[in-house]
């Protein structure tokens, strides 16, 4: 293997990632190269680490080295209140406000019809099993306030009025258009605190 096709490669791996084009994942490449030997194995040997060992919690599918993780085994944290998000990523954005108390549920995606992702594809079993025992009395549904996530917002709307509990929408100081980790945590606090009754 020649070192033109070894390189593009790699950069084409590290292109997959959100956010990265070419020109990024190559530069990500050449610093690649330049690390010392001894620094790339720790960095492959923490992404084996954290591939085999993170997986979904059993409760809210938040990423986990534990079967349930520590947002949800909190004692001091609202059992009945649901916050519901798109992505783990989301959670760290929302727990960085310092704003709220209660538990989470990630859905582990939204409902992109251009992307052929339908409402069946939305990993929902579990929330719904909660609903049915009753164990819940309030949620907030804060999915990412672009075209993909109100279209799921207003499916999970519809869907869980059904259900004696109270639903709420983060709105006030959010962006159209925006993906919730991008969000300040002062104006993602604002939204969560000035939520608004949907049903």
Known sequence: MGFNKAFNDLAKSFSKFPGVG?????RM?????KMKPEEVKDM???MEEIHNHIKPCSLCNNFSTKDICSICSDPKREKDVICIVEEP????AIEKTSRYRGLYYVLLGSIS????????NLNLQKLINRLEKKEI??????TDPDNDGEI??????KLLSSYDVKIYRIAI????GTQIEYIDSATLGQALTERKAIA
């Not at 070419?22 to 190559?26: I, N, P, T, Y």
């Open 89 to 92: 990523k989301d959670i760290m």
């Open 113 to 120: 019809p251009i992307e052929g992702i339908n409402a069946e």
């Open 152 to 157: 799921t917002a207003q499916y999970l709307i």
């Open 29 to 33: 490449a050449f610093y690649i190269l």
């Open 22 to 26: 070419r020109r990024s994942a190559e």
């Open 137 to 142: 009395r309030e949620i907030i549904i804060s």
């Open 173 to 176: 100081g959010v962006p159209l």
């Open 44 to 46: 492959a040997l923490k």
